[in-house]
């Protein structure tokens, strides 16, 4: 029977926090499923919702049911929905696009410029039930457990980002080791690239990215000089690929230092305003930038599901793990910087 309410976290008044409310469960229109939610994961916009700063004031609408990574269970099709069946786990791409773009018309769907997110502006992923698109459904293979279905949206990040250049043979230096940079280094490592180096200014990170990925160099940028690793590592000119993860200023400076003439970067990190940046160095050096948004729908998980498939292991960079109602210490964990991903059970 389909309950008419459910539990659910919300950003019910526009100060800091979420609070437990019930909530209708959402009515699907003929394109859309229903999915029961097993597990979510807590991204680090859920924190500046949770926190109220000036960007999810001006973005968020209250009240708002938030959260965008999820893994759950189909229990409902509209009826025009075909290819998927009631009781079929899945994850789910959080982006809803539009259809009438240039970009989306084209196949570009990740690029259609007037995408919306589910729990930012639409009712979200931190509930018992879930209204989406059946067109954004991604269903999981029985090999892929829920609680990595759960962190497919981040590692879609990682894999995006990671994949934007050719890494095989390569030499890859990713700056800030959260959890989005460290599942980029083992991506990074799937993909063949020869070395792999991640650094932060947070030592904890940095052992968290030794344990999910044994086999990268990591470097304290607050104790170590990259060019002293470049000797080491006896990489000459530098690194040929840089996957910016932080969001810093001085990460991307040292990136660009660190790159080989030709070099290339892919940005994920999203800085906090404006800062500036010195053109005429990226110039001089030749290096090719691509800003990294969200995911390719459906290629990156395409892409991620194959490589979790063929050995692609980031299990590791899940820290904590604690029922809904203990939300309030998966965000305390998540805002402690000492976590890696924080995953919340809904059953
Ligand atoms: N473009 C997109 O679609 C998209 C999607 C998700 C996240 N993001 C952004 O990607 C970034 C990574 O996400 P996350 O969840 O892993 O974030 P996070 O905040 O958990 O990790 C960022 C890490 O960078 C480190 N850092 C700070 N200054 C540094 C410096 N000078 N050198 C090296 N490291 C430094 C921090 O200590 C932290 O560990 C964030 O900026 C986030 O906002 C972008
Ligand atoms: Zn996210």
Not at 63 to 90: D, S, Y
Not at 141 to 160: F, K, S, T, W, Y
Not at 195 to 221: E, G, Q, S, Y
Request: proline share 5%.
């Amino acid at each position: 029977m389909r309950p008419n309410t459910m539990k659910a976290l919300e950003k019910s008044k526009p100060n800091e926090g979420l609070w437990v409310v019930q909530a209708p469960v959402p009515e699907i229109g003929p394109d859309e499923v229903l999915i029961r939610i097993n597990k979510t994961g807590i991204c680090g916009t859920d924190i500046h919702i949770w926190n109220w700063d000036d960007w999810a004031a001006a973005t968020v609408p209250v009240p708002m049911i938030t959260g965008h990574e999820f893994a759950g269970e189909i229990v409902e099709l509209g009826r025009n929905v075909t290819g998927l069946e009631i009781g079929q786990r899945c994850s789910g791409e959080g982006h809803l696009i539009g259809t009438d773009s240039r970009q989306s018309r084209a196949g570009k769907f990740h690029l259609d410029p007037g995408t919306q997110g589910i729990g930012v502006n639409e009712q979200g992923a931190f509930a018992e039930y879930l209204k989406l698109p059946a067109f954004n459904v991604v269903p999981l293979p029985d090999d892929i457990p829920d609680e990595i279905g759960a962190i497919l949206d981040p590692l879609g990040n990682a894999v995006h980002t990671a994949l934007s250049f050719d890494l095989l043979g390569e030499d890859v230096l990713i700056t800030g080791a959260g959890p989005i940079g460290i599942m980029a280094a083992a991506v990074a490592r799937h993909a063949g690239a020869r070395n792999v180096v991640i650094t932060d200014i947070n030592a904890d990170r940095l052992k968290l990215a030794h344990h999910v990925v044994p086999t990268v160099r990591t470097v304290d940028v607050t104790a170590e000089d990259l060019q002293d690793v470049i000797t080491e590592l006896d990489l000459k000119e530098g690194f040929d690929v840089g996957l910016e993860m932080s969001g810093s200023q001085a990460a991307l400076d040292q990136m660009i230092e660190a790159l080989v003439m030709g070099g290339k970067i892919a940005l994920l990190g999203i800085p906090p305003g404006k800062s500036p940046v010195d053109w005429s160095r990226i110039v001089f050096k030749a290096i090719t930038i691509k800003g990294v948004y969200g995911r390719e729908m459906f290629e990156t998980w395409y892409k991620m599901i194959a490589m979790l498939q063929n050995g692609l292991d980031v299990s590791r960079v899940i820290t904590h793990r604690y029922s809904v109602d203990e939300f309030a210490q998966g965000f305390a964990a998540m805002k402690s910087g000492l976590s890696g991903k924080v995953v919340l059970n809904w059953t």
